[in-house]
């Protein structure tokens, strides 16, 4: 059973940064593709970055300059650095990490942690 345990939310002024963090239960790098997403009240959930297992990197348009995805090996964590915080950025932010399953792809979520961009 995959574990991921996302941190670092907070409330933060425009302008701010914030580092959020997902520790696995097993290795960053075993997943075919890891990622952050995040889901603002009365909207659909969506694509904040995603990092494939040989180190591609893939942003969502409005992210790309501001925040940055990274793992650590040693600490089974993977990372969202962001920067230029907009009001917009308001958020729930899930952790999801993906690996093949027989005939389809298995996802796994973390319980989400919670950013607020103040103005």
């Known amino acids: 059973q995959v574990q991921l345990v996302e941190s670092g939310g907070g409330l933060v002024q425009v302008g701010g940064s914030l580092r959020l963090s997902c520790t696995a239960s097993?290795?960053?790098?075993?997943?075919?593709?890891m990622g952050w997403y995040r889901q603002a009240p009365g909207k659909q959930r969506e694509l904040v970055a995603t990092v494939t297992k040989g180190g591609s990197t893939n942003y969502a348009e409005a992210m790309k300059g501001r925040f940055t995805i990274s793992r650590d090996s040693a600490e089974n964590t993977l990372y969202l650095q962001m920067n230029s915080l907009k009001p917009e950025d308001t958020a729930a932010y899930y952790c999801?990490?993906?690996?093949?399953?027989?005939?389809?792809?298995?996802?796994?979520w973390g319980q989400g942690t919670q950013v607020t961009v103040s103005s």
């Open positions: 999801n990490a993906r690996e093949p399953g027989g005939f389809r792809w298995l996802d796994y």
């Open positions: 097993r290795s960053v790098f075993s997943f075919n593709v």
